[in-house]
């Protein structure tokens, strides 16, 4: 709705690159780490064995009617608590950055592509609802919102630009011009500067 007008905060003029993840939510170019809640796997177990419950109650009687509202209720808390720490997180970044850059996802080919483990991992990040929420955020405060293309963000280095493919398991970036850090603070880094050069003055 164009009526409604824009949520202002607090003047900022800092930039910021913001890479998600498994191992971590999301990994920010300032090197802040956010730990990945997993809610999905922290109450997997219990919703198996909700799912297990219901299954062996009788069609129409109360205790399968019990036994669904108690099911219901631990999928409800699990998106609650992913709603909660999305919103929040969102608006902590909003409000530090005048321009947030994001790499420009799509999480439905890569579950497609994944392992099984790996593509329940995916969808327990939700990171298509955090990136939607934080540009939705973004706009309403007026800060610049911008996504990148994701390729070879983890694999160049931030320092000289050369590119070194890595594996999944790679957890550290090392180039001989002698730059060595995390391999998710040198893709946010990346991130930022390809973000950077997108912006219209």
């Known amino acids: 709705c164009d009526a409604v007008p824009m949520r202002l905060f607090t003047a900022a003029t800092a930039e910021v690159g913001l890479d998600v993840g498994l191992m971590t939510f999301a990994m920010l170019s300032t090197g802040d780490s956010i730990e990945n809640p997993r809610w999905y796997r922290k109450t997997e177990k219990r919703t198996s064995e909700a799912q297990r419950n219901l299954t062996r109650k009788n069609r129409g009687s109360k205790r399968r009617a019990k036994a669904k509202h108690g ?15 999305q919103h929040k997180l969102a608006h902590r970044i909003v409000s530090e950055n005048s321009v947030i850059v994001v790499e420009d996802l799509k999480p439905k080919e890569m579950v497609e592509k994944s392992s099984t483990g790996l593509s329940k991992s995916i969808q327990d990040a939700a990171w298509s609802k955090f990136l ?10 007026a800060r610049r919102f911008v996504r990148v293309p994701p390729r070879g963000t983890s694999s160049t280095c931030s320092r000289c630009g050369a590119f070194k493919q890595k594996t999944l398991s790679e957890r550290l970036h090392e180039c001989p011009c002698g730059l060595v850090l995390d391999r998710d603070i040198n893709a946010s880094i990346n991130i930022l500067r390809l973000g950077r050069s997108l912006l219209v003055p």
């Open 71 to 85: 099911l219901a209720r631990l999928r409800a808390k699990e998106k609650n608590q992913r709603n909660d720490f």
């Open 132 to 141: 939607t929420i934080l540009g939705a955020k973004a706009e309403e405060a």
